[in-house]
């Protein structure tokens, strides 16, 4: 069992020039620029068991620009390792885990030490505030390699920083800060030269005033200040006297205020970086448990005693996580990384952070995403004028916008002029008056429709006056085509009745050059007028009749051949079709079919084309066309609308909802392709709260936002509108009757050196049967309550993240497939109980770009007396066939933290839970629940809990009673259910109730071996694993199933601590069982299981025993692939193994 | 969540405010004794790491006081009784319980509270001054000592073993050959280590999972019992064993693992054994309790006996409620 891939917390960081050693698990990474990104040119492992929890270098001599010949200093636990790089390449640099050193104690922090004798010697510091140096002479015996220097003060350390006294040159001085669990800064000096002999060393200071456990100290590179960090939220920063103070004993300098206190950071800080600084300034970085990094400044001239957070970085690590566990700040001081629990890297500028006082309104060609402000005084370009000589003149204001791409847009004012502007990638702006129209004043009426003509992105624009004219316009970003502003008069078409209220354009598939706009009015149940438009004219005008209550939001016409299907989405949420094939301007045209709560009862605020398909041809009568919604419910949905023209019938399924919590609120959904990378990105954005959000859903990260003051106000956004130019973004709005503009750019960088997964431990694991997918879906679910469906790459054996759904509010508890793998039910605490649809969009060849959908299609019904913290702590789920064979529903059963048990049936096609049996098994707490049919004919129910017991239900006679008939290892529904109440499950249908385990069953495991043998596997927090092999029979007085034979094995101290899981490796054809458990201790071991006829003889045999580096483990579950079977190993973090 | 949900979802939170404990962990004692008749004939204690105290309290009500109607008596005589232990004790002049932690300890009757640092060489001294005692003749050492648990799980599990250490240091100095410690213990990845090591000291090493201690948790106790130093050992704080090295000879014992005649890999798996029986509450379930008691009175939640300890971060809450504007402390 080889390991093959890793992800988990990223514990230490640091640069080397411009490249990035990163310590994840046992593994040191390197990551190396290239272009404006950093690549992992190669991982090694360097520890067997520990983590790498520090990174120090040396460098021949300090100008050194060749990275040959510097020395790496590794440590992790109770062991380190000195490598001799020699280049950066992969194959020069030789690490090997055998070669790993054993210190005397844990080490807190290390470092390189002169040498004179080329022997290469370090500096230990360990947790018992004990400093030791090392030479790496191998001839000599190792315990004589170290030298010992006696502590001032032996107390248990969190933190540590040691660092040679550079003042004094070629010196081996050290200097000492230690942080204590008891909240005490300790400050001493060591003389480590071979020629000082060892002698008693005294505190030369106590630095007092911290309220918690000091996680981490820094001391300045001057040497003159130190800063410290802790449990009680705080940073503080000390003046170290350093020169002052000479080591004696009995001579120690208690300080008992800081130079300075920083407050702010919401949780425990977990470390401080001094930034280069000046004569009058302090500058610190800081990293946290609350997912931030901050960056502090002190003014040394400043009365006030505080450290001043300049700025805030918050996390690009899962927002539902915890913890950024290490920090790098690059040598040049531009930029920083961080590292999460999350196992996710991070870069970020720090530019703009230190320079406080610099413009922030000016463009960089950086490596992040930039945004450039203004507000325009439109005062300069339109002079107040008074309608009325003598009366004061009416303010002007903004109405209504539409953005011409990125570095354009149109604003209608409030007066009846139409402005146009040009926007330089400098900022500079070019207006130009389009016309005047007293008609115009106040309109809301303004509408773009994009279209490509000989190569050139062009736009028609509508306006609505105040009667129901529009005026038709062409524009380009550089300002109005071909028609001079004098003509624009003649073009004012009737369109409407009554003053139009919104024009709305389709944004058509892209080989569709005719635009469509519906103009709606200010009437609820006046027809919506639908312009086919070339250039700046309608070529053809139809009517629309709306639905009851329909007011129109967007609009999408899809054309295939003949046929036009418009779809329109309305203000509260819903959605209608309309047939505009064969309209005409006399008659209005009715909706072919509308379908309500696509968004709840929320405005849908987009509808773009996805794609379409037919079974044969273009002209087939049955098509589908795949398209996106977005809706101020907060999702954003896929959708396909299956079309048979012959009968006029239209489904609409929903094939994916995604609800992206960062904006609450969203406008629209686009995938854009970034060019300089290759790589595609979902983009959303909306608002949340008072900002405009430009979310990357693919990365999961923000990828810019602007604090707007909330979205209710005229606003209008672009992306740039060719390929090259999506990377743009051009945000208009009206604030405070005022034009603003904000220009995003480069929206789809990528800040991600290391993709990030769970920001918390994983608590269950499930894999799809492999029938559906050429690579079997993993679904992981953990205390983060985000459930992320990944699969494992065959080239890299890591987990590659297809989606995520962070839908559960509690932290997920189990996870079980359907056996079609169409379906994933999900658990967690308050009951909350969710089937998940899952559909796979697009290849279903998933390296090569598919991805698939996930819909939340149901949640459990929540009790209404609910117990607070009730926990459905485990699922399992059998299908349940319907008449001609194809599923019709699932049964799923749920065992819960007050030892109630439920079994409901889930019905496909009505998308909902019924509860078919519902009672308690005792009142311990259950956690596991493993159906079976026997061949006989017989539904099993075996649960395990906190009191040991394995209990075997048989529930067949309750499934029948609900009308389902259950045979040789199927159960089916041909008819409805049956029965209005659920029945109750109650002891009578136990076949037996045995005592397997001391305590808590952490996982059970039932397999089949046919001809109705099962084996029971178990394991305990006893240490113990259970072997039971069992023979059922029909019991011929009850028709109750019984046990015909029995045989069980107990393994006492399988492994050092709790088994947590347990999984069957070998198919039922091999002659030996072989199963792999694993627990707390982080052993995997691969068991051998022989079975003598009629149980006589039951043994089983440790065949493998290796260790992962993932603390409690949870679950494992087996994998396969083209390059052979893996197992997933998954707690805090997730290890992948060979077989 | 409120006291009174939390009651539901915890009845050993309950049950130790219904009965006048200051913390539900009394009950694991409670379960590991019945287990071990830890108790049994046992005259001197030490407990270690003893805030809030709810372990002492325990020793105090099985040792020293036992009456029927605990929580008035607890509650009027500890105010009462405060400052003269010796009063209560002298019901049963032998017993003699000595209470250790760094942070102060709201007085309990029958015991000795001192604020003391457990690893600290002075500490020893002064434990067996108010033993009353110029020898190591203790009966019983308990520890139910945690970290502040950081999340990486390597680094918790170290600082956990260190605490333990420390207090088997402490306890190799007290203990009477004979006698038994009892210690909280994470059963993480190096467990088997730690046992190996306290092996060496005790007869019989057993590893106990109370009912009261939740499944979910890693927490575990070990038990050992019968002390049996080996031949030679000199136990000292100044020099203590295991706890990183001391001295220049130290370095080569602490690079080379300890070892057994029966786990020569310096590992050994101890004996799981579960205290409590399966008829006591079950600390992971969640109950539905009902909303009269037996008498048919409405129940009511009742406040904890001591308010948790005041958190480090308390002064920053405080600051931000102080500050306002939205919890940000920026200028």
Redesign the interface.
Known sequence: MKSRSYVG?V?SLAFLGDDLFAGHGSDLKLFSPSGSRFTLKWRKRVFK???IQGIQFQAPSLDCESPSGIKVLLW??KRFQIVQLGGLDEEIIKISPEDEI?????IIHSTFLESKDGITKIALM???N?I?TYKHDLTIP??ER???Y??PE???L?SANIVRDNTQSNSNSLIAFAGT???EVLFWKVDASDEVP?QEIGLSGRYLS????V?GVSISPDLKYAASC?????IRLWETNYLSTNGQLNDCLEVKEPLAIG??H?A?I?GTRFLKSDKDEIKILSFS?DLTAKTWIFNKSSPKK?L??TQ?FKSLHSASG??I?SLAVHPSETAFVTGG?DSGIASWNLGKALNVSSQSGSVEDGPTTTIQETIVNLDEILPPTSSVPGKKPVKDEPRKYVALGSHAFIVAMSSGWLLHCALSSTGSKKWQKLGFWPQIKNTSALGMGKYEENGQIKYTVLLGDNTGKLLFLEANSEGLISTEVEEVETTWVQICESRPSDILFSNSQKDYNSLYAAVATFKPNEQIMLLQIQGATARKTLSLSPPETFPFTKILVHQRGHKRILIAGSRHGALAIYDISNGDETQAIQPAQVWRHIHDDESITSLEYKSSSSLRNDEDAQFKINFISTGRSGAYKFHTLSVNDTTAEYELSETNAVYPAAVPRVESYQILQHEASNNSYEIVYGFWGRDFVLWNQTLKIEAASYDCEGGNRSWDFSFGPTDTARNDGLFVFTKAKKCHIVQFSNILHDPLLQTPFHGRELKALAVSPATLFPYQIIATGAEDTVIRFSYVNPQTSELNLLTARKTHTTGIQDLVWSSCGGWLFSSGSIEEVYCWRVNIEGPADIPNGASIGVVKEAAYDIST?S?????VCGLDVMTVDGENGRHVGFLLGMV????SIKLAFYDITSKKFITVAEGFYK???LLQICFHVTDHGSVLMFTAG???HVTIWDITGILIESNMTVGSKHIRLDRGLKGSSPAKLQQEQWISCQSFH???I?CLEVFDKGEDEVVMLSGG????ISVACIKFKRGEASGKGEIERSASKLI??A????VTTIKVVSSVDQPHLEFVSSG???QIKKWSLKIAEYFTEVTTEVVEDVYVNI??VAAICLVESTVGSKLVVGG?GVEVLDL | MGKSSKDKRDSYYRLAKEQGYRARSAYKLLQLDAQFNLFKDVTRVVDLCAAPGSWSQVLSRSLVAKTSNERDITATTEKKVADSPVEISSKKPKVKIVALDLQPMTPLPGVITLQADITHPSTLPLVLKHLESDSANVDLVVSDGAPDVTGLHDLDEYIQAQLLLAALNLATCVLRPGGNFVAKIFRGRDVAELYCKLRIFFERVTVAKPRSSRGSSIEAFVVCENYTPPEGFKPSLENPIWTGPTKKEDIAGQITEVSLEDAPSGRWVAPFVVCGDLSEWDSDATYQLPDTDENGVKRVSIDPIQPPTAPPYKTAIEMRRRLGNGGKIEE
């Open positions: 917390p514990t068991r520990e983590r992790g636990g054993p210190a005397p104690d844990w360990t947790a018992h004990t030791l190792m315990a170290f030298k010992f006696p502590s032996r107390c248990l969190y669990v008891f909240g060892v911290h309220e918690g456990s996680f802790s449990d009680d939220r705080t407050w702010g919401q425990r977990w448990e505080s001043v957070c805030t915890k913890n566990w629990a007396d117990l607070p913290d009730l926990r819960r933290s007050d030892s009142t311990s707490c906190t009191d040991g001391q305590n808590s952490k927090d006893d240490t113990a006492e101290r492994h050092a601590s709790a707390v201790d982080q603390p409690d805090v």
